[in-house]
């Protein structure tokens, strides 16, 4: 499985953001795609999450302002992002957790200025 994840950039506090996450390879294969982010000297989080059958979860940093969706038809994963705040700054990726284990997409900045 392979994951181009793209949309990230600069944004006001209060503004909104979508990434996308494209995949390729063994789609079938994807049990979840997940999102994550990772901010200078801290840990990789998972910040959002959507299952083969379309079950979502979130941290509760980002619940009620993230929203992870997907195009099937497109093969394709989106999370957007909206009243986003300095602390929300970060790299986000795409992951794919599949049998083999997880394949993970490029990160992408996301800078929330205050």
């Known amino acids: 499985v392979q994951l181009q994840a793209s949309g990230g950039g600069l944004v006001q506090g209060g503004g909104s953001l979508s990434l996308s996450c494209v995949a390729s390879?063994?789609?079938?294969?994807?049990?979840?795609i997940e999102w994550y982010r990772q901010s200078p000297g801290k840990e990789r989080d998972l910040v959002a999450k959507?299952?083969?059958?379309?079950?979502?979860d979130y941290s509760d940093s980002v619940k009620g302002r993230f929203t992870i969706s997907r195009d099937s038809a497109k093969n394709t994963f989106y999370l957007q992002m909206n009243s986003l705040k300095p602390e929300d700054t970060a790299v986000y990726y795409c992951?794919?957790?599949?049998?083999?284990?997880?394949?993970w997409g490029q990160g992408t900045q996301v800078t929330v200025s205050s």
């Open positions: 959507i299952t083969r059958v379309g079950v979502v």
């Open positions: 390879g063994n789609i079938d294969s994807i049990n979840a």
């Open positions: 992951a794919a957790a599949w049998v083999a284990g997880r394949s």
